[in-house]
């Protein structure tokens, strides 16, 4: 019998690390393309924001927001009318998934609530011609649209700015998104004038003249009409999408109050944790400068925010973000805002997984009645952003071991013990000649 040839072994070895990782290739690629499969079906709220948005929605974010109740548990199954899409898209301009999801959720709490209180207050009958049917369904839908819009529409062109162009409804007050960010050195001094501390938000005072409610309650009213709408049913309609519009128009039922958050990095390490805050206290209570001490006295990384939020008497947070594992301190998301103390959430991050990995701060502001337990996100949100996690280049080799290690072990001992049988086979062979 032929010894083996010097250096067979490892030529096999090399084989079998093609055809090994060649496979694994092939079964990663095999995943990927079911993962992106997708139906077509009728316009679902999926389908309104993936199609009119550069990056889809993440399925781990999605559960994430079903999770804290922020919205319906499935997106993918819950439709809405194209007229509701676009209101999506025009509450949300350039606005991201996440963003235009929370803001689904806003506008299908919103044209629910206008619905049920037309039909509860005829017993079904919307359109007002005597009788029950899919008709009144058709038109309860189509007015709860229009006293939603109008409604809307009456809040946010009720205030005039310089150049005489109505006011969009986050204006009224700061928004929590027009954040002034703080510089490191001496922010919370007080300057004299000197320049050496940066300039800090101040908390605007309410508008001088706000829409009072039966205005806009006239103007939703009459738009739910014109959509069909008997006046009993549209009298109901308009009284409550007016006052939806007044609360997400800061109404005047809300407190004026400041808020601090230590943003995020721009960048972090693969396995790096931090710690972010969000403070919120009545205007009237502590300043943003004030709050902005709680967060560096407490050394939480990153650059301090500041700006203006209107209070109700509960607040629920939640950060989001897939690619970070987030312990939330306290782990309830509601608490109550006192009229004594600042009120504080925080959470863990940590870094998870590689890349561009989305994160965002939501907050929900308490708008229940006696009848109804509701919470509303405010919009836009705190914080809606990337943070780029990186490896070192231990980590990369390590992680690729740890998730290759069945080939490895596979590409390592096959080409070595077929590397030893042939020296075996060949010592043998040649003490049988010997």
Known sequence: MRPSKPGSGWFIGVAVIVVTFG?????????????????????TIHRCINDRTSAPLVPMEERSLVEAGIVRDDLGKTEITREACEEIMDRTPGGGAIERAVMAGNVVQELDLIREDMETAVEGDVNGDGVVNAEDSRTASTASQAAAR??????????????????????????????????DGGQYDDDDGSGSSSPVPEENPPPEEFPV???????????????G????????????????????????????????????????RWGESRDIKLVLSPAGLASIRELGRQ???????????????GLTERIEA????????????????????????S??????????????QHLYLNVRIDMSSNDRREFRSVSPPVFDDYVNV???LRQDVSDFAGRNWQWLWTAILVPVGIWLWGRYRGSDEKEQEE
């Not at 409610?213 to 959509?227: L, S």
């Not at 967060?295 to 939020?309: E, F, K, P, S, Y």
Request: hydrophobic share 40%; with cysteine.
């Open 150 to 183: 109008a409604a809307r529409e009456a809040v946010g062109t009720s205030v005039e700015n310089p150049d005489g162009a109505g006011v969009d409804r986050g204006d009224l007050f700061a928004n929590v998104a027009s954040l002034q960010q703080y510089d």
């Open 343 to 356: 009120t504080e959430w925080g959470w863990g991050l940590a870094a998870k997984n590689k890349g561009a």
């Open 318 to 341: 939640h950060l989001i973000g897939s690619g970070f594992g987030i312990e939330a301190r306290p782990s309830d998301p509601t608490q109550a805002i006192s009229s004594n103390t």
């Open 390 to 392: 990186k490896a070192t």
């Open 213 to 227: 409610f039966e205005e806009i309650q006239d103007k939703a009213q009459a738009a739910a009409v014109r959509a």
């Open 295 to 309: 967060i560096t006295d407490a050394q939480a990384a990153g650059d301090v925010d500041g700006g203006c939020i």
């Open 229 to 268: 709408a008997s006046e009993t049913a549209a009298t109901a309609g308009g009284d409550c999408a007016a006052g939806v519009a007044r609360f997400d128009g800061k109404l005047p039922e809300t407190i004026e109050g400041n808020m601090v958050f230590n943003r995020p990095p721009e960048e972090m």
């Open 23 to 43: 496979a694994g290739c092939a079964f990663d690629q095999g995943v990927a393309q079911d993962d992106g499969a997708a139906g077509d079906g009728a316009l």
